[in-house]
């Protein structure tokens, strides 16, 4: 669904990704890994086509997207969604109204038609409670479903998690990696991409850990291999020992 061919990009002097290559699956969970400022964000970015690349290239279902043009890549984000670490739900906007926006926005569905589409994904992430509530009044796992059904509302064909879970509670991150699971389950065809800091998020949930290290990919493998990796790199990562041979800066 994605690949990364030998991406490049730097800002000023500093060079970010070195030489960055992947390749994601129809339908499967990935999680890029790395630690911070290694160049995650960056890297999604490019596949929204925020960024682009000095050399290399990215596609898309098989299309190269680093020469779109504005208006082709506006069409090419609709096909993508985002679930931001804080919800960036509108907090004067109901639940209800919070999902029904991006279709109120991108399509000119009759207002039964609309209402169809809302109740599927309000019922299939399980929030028809507090459908009438306002942001202010839910709490932080709660925002999470509602941004997630927002984000699903448009039926996207990837869909981007950057650090979904970082600064919650245990139990809610354990509520947010099943979620991801479920909706990645639910959606036929829909890949999954999920930026983490959560090591054992990404052993547990994902079909296929990417680490990043030093502008490169240091390894692309199932949660299994990766356990079992003897790399030094990777060793020291799983440890979360800060004494190693990883270079912390
Ligand atoms: N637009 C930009 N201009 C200049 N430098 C940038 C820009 N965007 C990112 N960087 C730099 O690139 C490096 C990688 O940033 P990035 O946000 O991708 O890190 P990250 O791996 O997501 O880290 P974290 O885990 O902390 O979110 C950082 O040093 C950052 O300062
Ligand atoms: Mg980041």
Do not use: W
């Not at 991409?193 to 692309?220: C, E, P």
């Amino acid at each position: 669904m994605i690949e990364f061919k030998n991406v490049k990009k730097s800002f000023g002097e500093r060079t970010i990704l070195q030489d960055v290559s992947f390749k994601i699956p129809k339908g499967s969970i990935s999680f890029i890994i790395g630690k911070s400022g290694e160049g995650k964000s960056v890297t999604i970015k490019h596949i929204i086509g925020l960024l682009k690349p000095d050399s290399g290239e990215v596609f898309f279902d098989n299309k190269d997207i680093t020469s779109l043009e504005e208006e082709s890549l506006l069409e090419h984000r609709k096909r993508i969604g985002m679930l931001f670490q804080h919800a960036a739900l509108f907090d004067s906007l109901t639940v209800y109204e919070n999902i029904a926006f991006p279709l109120r926005v991108h399509t000119k569905l009759k207002e039964n038609e609309l209402n169809d589409k809302v109740m599927e994904v309000i019922s299939a992430l399980q929030i028809e409670e507090y459908i009438q509530k306002l942001p202010a009044e839910l709490s932080t796992g709660e925002k999470k479903r509602v941004g997630l059904a927002r984000a699903l509302i448009t039926k996207p064909q990837v869909i981007l998690y950057d650090e979904p879970t970082t600064g919650m509670d245990p139990l809610i991150c354990e509520m947010i990696d099943k979620l991801i699971v479920q909706v990645n389950d639910q959606n036929k065809d829909l890949t999954s991409i999920v930026i983490s800091h959560d090591l054992k998020a990404a052993l547990d949930t994902a079909h296929q850990i990417i680490m990043l290290y030093q502008g490169r990919v240091h390894l692309s493998a199932s949660p299994k291999e990766f356990l079992s990796s003897k790399d030094p790199i990777v060793r020291q990562f799983l440890s979360g020992d800060a004494n190693g041979p990883m270079k912390l800066a």
